[in-house]
């Protein structure tokens, strides 16, 4: 993945994190991107500086009986890459709605 260029897929990903989407089942439940492509995706943007990761806390995972999450975000860099990407994915501007307060959201944690 190149600094330049960036896939759809890619893109629709980095899209999704700057929604609000923070970690990986959100953001293929949203992309409709299945884990194969999510997860490597994820860990190549980490590699390259697009975004950052940290895992929540154990206990907070334990009490919703559940594995730890890893949360993602954008870095700057991250956000500069998605601007380019939506320059030339014009349609990936209208998609993947802001996480919304007001319906149940599953990146409580």
């Known amino acids: 993945m190149g600094k ?12 999704a994190l700057d929604n609000g989407y ?4 959100d953001i293929m439940d949203v992309t409709g991107l299945p884990s194969g492509t999510v997860y490597p ?11 950052l990761s ?7 995972a334990q009490q919703e009986a559940r594995p730890p ?6 870095t700057e860099e991250g956000r500069a890459a ?3 990407a939506l320059s030339r994915y ?9 996480v919304n307060e007001n319906k149940p959201s599953r990146q409580e944690g």
């Open 4 to 15: 330049n260029y960036l896939s759809y897929s890619v893109a629709i990903i980095l899209k």
């Open 22 to 25: 923070q970690y990986g089942f």
């Open 41 to 51: 995706a994820l860990r190549r943007l980490e590699e390259n500086g697009f975004v």
């Open 54 to 60: 940290k895992w929540e806390k154990h206990t907070i």
């Open 69 to 74: 999450r890893k949360y993602y975000e954008l």
């Open 82 to 84: 998605l601007a380019e």
């Open 90 to 98: 014009r349609l990936l501007e209208q998609t993947l709605l802001p």
